[in-house]
């Protein structure tokens, strides 16, 4: 989808039941990762952003969204989604959402082929800055292009730049799913 543009609402489940809705992080910048507990990459993105967390402080909000193939099954999503923060010391709020949710907060179809994780960065007014494309952006998963990106943002400006560009060629920067 194109940035920027006004974010959709969305909700997600936190492991003890509790819902967020994104709209009532307005105000703060909100980092989203849309992630397969499973996957190597979501893994290392979501130790990074706790890192970054830490570092930039209460008005930025880090959030993980796990989805995974068979959605079916919601309490063994919100223990896969407990058991990912526990076993990956991550510090923000990692919830889970259906896989159709996901799909159609990132304007993706069902016959587009992604991969995870999928990051969208929000600014304090609820506007979509940034988003990974589909087969990703390796920006959105490079610590120093964050801290960047967030910091100016935090400051009212619009990012760094527009981010949805694919990732070059030959980059490894996730999983395809």
Known sequence: M???????????????GKQIL??????????????YTTCPHCQALSKELTK?????????????????EDDQNQPKE???????????????????ATRDTVMSYLGLS????FVVPQVAIIDKKG?????SAPMG???LQTPDYLRSFIKNLMAGGTGVGK??????????????H
């Open 22 to 35: 994104l709209s009532s992080l307005k105000g703060k910048v909100v980092v989203i990762q849309f992630l």
């Open 137 to 139: 952006t390796t920006e």
């Open 78 to 96: 919100a223990m896969a989604a407990a058991n990912y923060v526990h076993n990956y010391g991550v510090s923000f709020p990692v919830g889970y």
């Open 2 to 16: 194109p940035v920027p543009r006004q974010s959709k609402e969305f909700t997600f489940v936190q492991p003890d």
């Open 110 to 113: 069902v016959m587009d082929r």
């Open 127 to 131: 506007v979509v800055q940034a988003q």
């Open 52 to 68: 970054l967390s830490a570092e930039l402080g209460p008005n930025v909000q880090m959030m993980g969204v796990a989805f995974e």
């Open 163 to 176: 981010s949805t560009a694919p990732a070059k060629p030959g980059t490894p920067v996730a999983s395809a």
